[in-house]
């Protein structure tokens, strides 16, 4: 069971290193087919999007092209087994030159490898 545990936090791990060297296949690739991906009211992407498509498409693309810049940097992860916890920090740079820092909770959820589930706990008044 350790393997496994460890092979989590990897694959949660691989998210933010393809997030924030813009390699979005290598991060849509750590997703189940059926993920579940949810943003907080308030938020700029926010919504309950489904599947990998959907994430790149409402979330990931509009991370990128919407901001001069946008990076996801994980602090601590929080090894649950098939629930893995990142706590860390967005750092952006609107195009207007405004930078936003805030602080977060991603919980995922994983079953054989992949992320079934993911949602982030933000402080959305700070992206207002």
Request: with cysteine.
């Amino acid at each position: 069971m350790t393997s496994t545990r460890s092979s989590n936090v990897e694959t949660v791990q691989q998210i933010y290193e393809g997030f924030n060297e813009s390699d979005l296949d290598s991060v849509l690739a750590t997703m189940a087919d059926d993920i579940e991906w949810v943003e907080p009211e308030g938020f700029y992407f926010s919504g309950v999007h489904h599947g990998p498509n959907a994430v790149r498409t409402n979330v990931f693309e509009p991370a990128k092209g919407e901001f001069e810049t946008f990076r996801v940097e994980p602090d601590r992860y929080v090894d649950g087994g098939d629930t893995v916890v990142a706590l860390g920090s967005f750092h952006a740079t609107t195009n207007t030159g405004e930078r936003i820092e805030s602080p977060f909770a991603h919980v995922c959820d994983l079953q054989d490898g992949h992320i079934t589930r993911f949602e982030n706990y933000t402080d959305t008044v700070l992206w207002q």
